[in-house]
């Protein structure tokens, strides 16, 4: 079993930064890639980022390249989402995710692991 924590969500203004993290617990060796997903009220979930075993290979979201950085330490069992330049477009829960798979995916349906989430809202 892995239970996933996520935190570092809050209130911040247009153009300002956020750490998002997530930390594992359990049979961690479950997780081989993990992903951040996103979302608002009245939408659907959609991706954000993912990383691999490894965390050398990334994805993002079109819509938050260049101002998201997702990473992840092993070692900790952690991943975290390093937020900048943010929108009020990016206002929404944020959701860490994990699947046994070595290779990522952009769907949710594919993750079996899944954070209670954490808020993120950008706003004046």
């Known amino acids: 079993q892995v239970h996933l924590v996520e935190s570092g969500g809050g209130l911040v203004q247009p153009g300002g930064s956020l750490r998002l993290s997530c930390v594992a617990s359990g049979n961690f060796f479950s997780i081989n890639s993990m992903a951040w997903f996103r979302q608002a009220p009245g939408k659907e979930r959609e991706f954000v980022a993912a990383?691999?075993?490894?965390?050398?290979?990334?994805e993002h979201a079109d819509s938050v390249k260049g101002r998201f950085t997702i990473s992840r330490d092993n070692v900790k069992n952690a991943v975290y989402l390093q937020m900048s330049s943010l929108k009020p477009e990016d206002t929404a829960a944020y959701y860490c995710?994990?699947?046994?798979?070595?290779?990522?995916?952009?769907?949710?349906?594919?993750?079996?692991?899944w954070g209670q989430g954490t808020q993120v809202t950008v706003s004046t």
């Open positions: 995710a994990g699947r046994r798979s070595q290779f990522y995916s952009r769907r949710w349906s594919d993750y079996g692991y």
């Open positions: 990383v691999a075993w490894r965390g050398d290979i990334t």
